[in-house]
């Protein structure tokens, strides 16, 4: 029985395969899409799909920026993307227990990943005004499991946080072998309800106009726009699962931050936007519901 393995305090376990396999889908996904532009990239094929920015992929394929680094950045993303898939795919329910160093460098290689994809997004349009349809789904992908990826960290950082409380050995970590005995929840899990977060569907959907608004009317602040949207899109995303909630927080910043650079550039002309980002804010310090309990989340683990 799956539910035997559930952590500590915790009403779910966050290693059962049926929570992974999504991740691992779109990880084995999102690796196929960047080998394919990383062989654009090495000139091994000759053209890369590109339905709605004509050139736009070859320009942004073939920058300076996509070759910063001695390895291209698309192929580095395969290899990323091949990492989590199979860090993912490895172990049983009760790994965040046996197997922590797996889970950690599970989480390890998610979360980088979204950091330098939407890095890479903002490049697009910011650095050379272009976009690349592939590079974004690619991007989506990496912000899309992060959310759900962090909970089984979350679960084998406690748990070797308990360890080193009571003053252990941590070989667990080291080898992949628990040495603790676990008593573990028996916390039933509350009702599902699919319509708690639409204040973060919402700012999504808000962010994604903003950008689209500063593509179609080329505004003069359109970097503003290109920068900042993309960023609360991401906390948003991010923020849909329970145990990365609070990035939502970060949208009041980032809104607050649109707010000043647009009216310190454009005064009341972008009036109409410059609601839109009040109204993020407000949507970000609306209180959501948690359907699971974590025991104490990421709090205790600074305690």
């Known amino acids: 029985m799956l539910n035997k393995f559930i952590p500590p305090g915790w009403t779910y376990n966050p290693s059962t395969f049926s929570q992974r396999i999504y991740i691992v889908i779109l990880a084995f996904i999102g690796s196929a899409i960047s ?12 053209d890369v799909w590109e339905p709605f920015f004509g050139e736009g992929s070859r320009k942004i394929l073939m920058s300076p920026t996509s ?27 009760a790994r ?9 460098i599970f989480g390890f290689f998610v979360g980088p990943l979204s950091i330098v994809s939407i890095a890479l997004v903002i490049a697009q349009p910011v650095l050379y005004h272009q976009w690349c349809t ?20 979350l679960a084998s950082l406690q748990y070797l946080k308990r360890i080193k409380q009571e003053g252990k050995s941590m070989v667990p970590f080291l080898g992949g072998r628990a040495v603790q005995e676990v008593k573990y929840s028996t916390l039933a ?8 977060v639409w204040p973060l569907w919402v700012c999504m959907v808000l962010s994604v106009l903003l950008i689209f608004s500063a593509n179609v009317f080329k505004s ?9 949207c993309p960023l609360i899109l991401t906390c948003s995303c991010i923020a849909l699962w329970e145990t990365t909630r609070s990035f939502r927080y970060l949208n009041i910043f980032w809104a607050v931050l649109f707010l000043l650079l647009l009216s ?13 980002a009040i109204v993020i804010i407000i949507l970000s310090l609306i209180p959501l519901e948690y359907r699971h309990q974590f025991d104490g989340g990421w709090k205790i683990l600074l305690k």
């Open 35 to 46: 080998l394919y532009l990383a062989l654009f990239q090495y000139e091994v094929i000759d």
């Open 67 to 93: 070759f910063i680094l001695p390895v291209s950045d698309a192929a580095l993303g395969a290899l990323a993307y091949l990492i989590d898939a199979i860090t993912g795919i490895i172990g049983g329910p």
């Open 96 to 104: 965040w227990q046996k197997m922590p160093l797996m889970v950690i």
């Open 134 to 153: 592939l590079c974004l789904v690619s991007a989506v992908i990496s912000i899309i499991i992060v959310g759900p990826s962090m909970d089984e960290v």
């Open 189 to 196: 899990a509350p009702p599902q309800n699919k319509f708690l």
């Open 220 to 228: 003069a602040t359109a970097n503003i726009y290109y920068v900042i």
């Open 264 to 276: 310190i550039n454009e005064g009341m002309n972008q009036l109409a936007n410059m609601l839109i």
